[in-house]
């Protein structure tokens, strides 16, 4: 009889694909279009599926210059993609997607060493583009994660290009190896590099909310919660999830709330009380400006042209 006891089991569901082993269970949904379940140990960390996100919440100098005028459909293109097509790879051998009926297929002993699966996300923007996420998973649970946006001519300056982890309760704190405090493209002069602790999930206090609390050139990140959802569950004790760079470094933002709530906040009391981490791993962020904020642009170096394909991947552990 096969080995399985260093393999993970596949579960193909009727709209979901599952990937189970030593301490973890993943949930891909084939109609939301992303991970929908990233349960670690018994503790799960996701809220709702990951996506890609395409929005930040204005700065004064965004829009000081006219930034959300010319960029504004990138806020509702992140909050409504489509699922345009599935590709499952099982110990990289491509496979039909097994959804309803071609599950019935499969047995409920179904191992692999590794797998993928690879969603095609239409963007409803004007001209159309897509997206695509791929998440490949390893035996020991660690994961693979590669975004690839396809630039289109025509569209405007993308405010940022990141994927959106949403957690279920507050972050106690985080750690990460970079640069210090909150830093940008066009903001990193001050940083220095180095391992840092961040208690809570610090909002600048803005008179008026808007982004703030990226860091940039991180190597890897990670995050600390002690409660869950889950009414079973009443241990205070800590427990984290790890995000490491793959290649080049990568930027990200942990936050108790989405863009969309900073943007909908003219002061700061207006935002609700702090139930979640929303955790945003950056390929690609706008630079601040700050020349002035009644016109001014930022600098041309520190733009994101969404005419140009662009790729970033990083690993879960």
């Known amino acids: 009889m096969e080995n399985t006891a260093t393999k993970m089991r596949i579960i193909y569901g009727d709209c979901t694909f599952a990937l189970k082993g030593n301490g973890f269970h993943y949930l891909f949904s084939y109609t939301r ?63 039909k997607r097994p959804i309803a009926p071609i599950n019935n297929r499969y047995s409920n002993h179904e191992y692999a060493q590794s797998a993928e699966i690879i969603f ?49 309760t507050p972050a106690k704190y985080f750690e990460y190896e970079g640069l210090s405090g909150e830093t940008y493209p066009d903001r990193m002069a001050g940083g220095k590099e180095g391992v840092y602790r961040v208690e809570g999930l610090p909002v600048t206090p803005y008179l008026v909310p808007q982004d703030c609390g990226v860091h940039m050139k991180t190597k890897w990140l990670e995050i600390t919660r002690d409660a869950t959802l889950n009414n079973a569950d009443k241990k205070r004790e800590e427990f984290s999830l790890r995000f490491e760079q793959v290649t080049g470094d990568f930027a990200f933002s942990a936050l108790p709330y989405k863009a969309e709530e900073l943007e909908n906040a003219t002061h700061i ?48 552990k």
Do not use: C
Request: charged content about 25%; proline content about 5%.
């Open 269 to 316: 009391e207006e935002l609700p009380p702090a139930r979640r981490t929303v955790l945003v791993i950056l390929g690609k962020v706008r630079g601040v400006g700050g020349i002035n904020s009644w016109g001014a642009d930022v600098e041309e170096a520190y733009r994101i042209s969404a005419e140009k394909n662009h790729e970033f991947s990083f690993i879960v």
């Open 33 to 95: 279009g992303g991970l929908e379940s990233l349960n670690k140990y018994g503790k799960e960390w996701l809220y709702r599926e990951t996506l890609p996100t395409f929005w930040r919440a204005l700065t004064d100098n965004d829009r000081g210059s006219g930034f959300g005028q010319r960029s504004s459909m990138w806020l509702g293109a992140g909050m409504y993609p489509k699922v345009k097509d599935v590709q499952v790879r099982v110990d990289q051998k491509e496979i």
């Open 120 to 168: 095609t996300l239409a963007i409803h923007t004007v001209p159309e583009t897509t997206v695509n996420v791929s998440y490949i998973v390893q035996k020991n649970g660690e994961m693979k994660i590669t975004v690839t946006y396809y630039g289109q001519k025509g569209l405007p300056d993308l405010p940022l290009l990141g994927l959106r982890f949403i957690m279920p």
